[in-house]
Structure formats: structure tokens, C-alpha cells
């Protein structure tokens, strides 16, 4: 085939830093649109973001040219400085190590955009460590609890 075509579709989670609630109203839609110019900037179209105090979701097509391990390195690291750039209560700000990367299909798109803009209500109910515990068993990914956070 002399065309190289894919349509990655990713759901991302990761979290802030011990999961301290840092990502406040005051700069949470500021935050969002930073990140959707910086998919934009590196071919990976957003499709939504959502995000609590402690913790972000972002479903977007990855790029045939970016690795998965590059874009969320480049989300964090620009997004961190960012976030520090916007005053003496965000100076500490710091992204978890680690993260959650899903695939979804096309046909579940609208139900992963539903979840992600549900976000609010949700965690009224579930946890965070709840929410990935969850996401890591129905996709069958192994993990060792004790490095699941930080």
C-alpha cells in the first residue's frame, strides 16, 4: 500500500500530582483550550476534554506520525509550564508520572465525549482511583497497585 492511513482513537487520563485538586475553575476552559492548540499544533485533533480539580480526560485522534508516549510527554511538560505561568497559586503545579491511554472505536466516540463532559456528576459519586481501577479492568491491562499513583 503505498499510503500510510490510520485513525487512532485515544482516550487519555492522567492526573495531577498526588492527585492534589490544582485544576480550578478559575483556569480549567483556559487549560482545555491550550491543549486543543496543542493537539491541534502536532496533527492530533481533539475530540473533547474534560477535567476535575485532580485529574483530565482527552479523547483525540493520535497522529500516524506521533507516538503516543511523545504526545502525552509534550501535553504535560507545555502544559505544566503553562499552568505555572499563571500565578503564584499554580507555581507548584506537577502532572502525575504515569497515565491511562484507551482505545476507542468510532462508533463509541459519542458515548466516550458523554462520559468525558460528565465528568462533575460523576466524581460526586466515584473517585478517581475508583474511575481507573475501573477503566484498567475493562481493558483487561494488569496493574501493580503500588505504582499506580503518585
Same mark, same amino acid.
Given at each position: 500500500?503505498?499510503?500510510?492511513? +490510520?485513525? #487512532?482513537?485515544?482516550?487519555?487520563?492522567?492526573?495531577?500530582?498526588?492527585?492534589?485538586?490544582?485544576?480550578?475553575?478559575?483556569?480549567?476552559?483556559? #487549560?482545555?483550550?491550550?491543549?486543543?492548540?496543542?493537539?491541534? @499544533?502536532?496533527?492530533?485533533?481533539?475530540?473533547?476534554?474534560?477535567?476535575?480539580?485532580?485529574?483530565?480526560?482527552? !479523547?483525540?485522534?493520535? +497522529?500516524?506520525?506521533?507516538?503516543?508516549?511523545?504526545?502525552?510527554? *509534550?501535553?504535560?511538560?507545555?502544559?505544566?509550564?503553562?499552568?505555572? +505561568? $499563571?500565578?503564584?497559586?499554580?507555581?507548584?503545579?506537577?502532572?502525575?508520572?504515569?497515565?491511562?491511554?484507551?482505545?476507542? +472505536? $468510532?462508533?463509541?466516540? *459519542?458515548?466516550?465525549?458523554?462520559?468525558?463532559?460528565?465528568?462533575?456528576?460523576?466524581?460526586?459519586?466515584?473517585?478517581?482511583?475508583?474511575?481507573?481501577? $475501573?477503566? !484498567? @479492568? $475493562?481493558?483487561?491491562?494488569?496493574?501493580?497497585?503500588?505504582? #499506580?499513583?503518585?
Amino acid at each position: 500500500m503505498p499510503q500510510s492511513l +490510520s485513525q #487512532l482513537i485515544v482516550h487519555l487520563v492522567f492526573s495531577t500530582k498526588n492527585r492534589a485538586p490544582l485544576i480550578s475553575e478559575a483556569i480549567r476552559e483556559e #487549560l482545555h483550550a491550550y491543549l486543543i492548540g496543542v493537539l491541534r @499544533e502536532r496533527d492530533c485533533p481533539s475530540i473533547m476534554i474534560g477535567s476535575v480539580e485532580d485529574h483530565i480526560h482527552i !479523547l483525540f485522534v493520535l +497522529s500516524k506520525n506521533m507516538p503516543l508516549s511523545k504526545i502525552v510527554g *509534550e501535553l504535560k511538560a507545555v502544559s505544566s509550564k503553562w499552568i505555572k +505561568s $499563571k500565578g503564584p497559586s499554580f507555581h507548584a503545579f506537577q502532572w502525575q508520572n504515569g497515565y491511562g491511554a484507551f482505545s476507542t +472505536s $468510532k462508533s463509541s466516540v *459519542e458515548v466516550v465525549r458523554r462520559y468525558i463532559a460528565n465528568q462533575k456528576p460523576h466524581h460526586r459519586k466515584t473517585s478517581f482511583q475508583d474511575e481507573l481501577r $475501573k477503566f !484498567l @479492568e $475493562k481493558h483487561e491491562l494488569e496493574y501493580d497497585e503500588r505504582y #499506580l499513583w503518585d
